[in-house]
């Protein structure tokens, strides 16, 4: 997360580099205080038996947080990765980028309730901590993405070369 999108708003706006270290500080501070910590009963524990009960049982914060936790952040990452890298190479259009971005985010808002809910029955109040902060920092991603979208595009697009989406550049 952020690998294209903090550069461009560290060049085009330095304030964003103190006062972005300060709230993440703060906020994971925040998390780690807060952080519930509870001991997972083995009796409670259930094995999804297809992806369907995966995600339900997730859902329901039902199965521990490592096991909804990695594999989605494991695939967010790269699909957010690849969205920017294809369109910094102009082989993506502006509206092709923001399609990927609206398709994954139900999968986001899917993920973060999950995470908080089987956050509140793993037993490291760090790992619960770290959990929570990744899950805000997808949405911070988002809201990187829209402001850069909205006042860099010329920064973050390759305006000058995309000849069918020229005006989506402003």
């Known amino acids: 997360m952020f ?3 903090l550069p461009v708003l560290l060049s085009e706006h330095a304030l964003f580099l103190y006062e972005g270290v300060a709230f993440l ?3 994971a501070v925040i998390f780690f205080l807060t952080a519930p910590v509870g001991e997972w009963a083995p009796a409670d524990r259930q094995r999804p038996k297809s992806f369907y009960q995966y995600l339900w049982l997730s859902w329901q914060g039902l199965l521990p947080l490592p096991w ?10 790269p699909w957010i990765y690849l969205a920017d890298f294809w369109v910094l190479n102009n082989t993506l259009s502006v509206s092709s980028w923001t399609n990927l971005h609206l398709i994954a985010l139900p999968p986001i808002i899917w993920w973060s309730g ?3 809910r089987a956050s509140g029955s793993h037993h490291s109040r760090l790992w619960v901590a770290l959990a929570r902060l990744a899950v805000t ?3 911070l991603e988002y809201a990187a993405k829209i402001y850069i979208f909205i006042r860099f595009p010329r920064s973050f697009f390759q305006c000058d070369e995309a000849v069918l989406n020229y005006f989506s550049c402003f």
């Open 137 to 139: 920092l997808a949405y």
């Open 68 to 77: 909804v936790f990695w594999p989605f952040f494991l695939l967010l990452n």
């Open 114 to 116: 999950s995470v908080w």
């Open 25 to 27: 500080i703060l906020l």
């Open 3 to 5: 690998f294209h999108s």
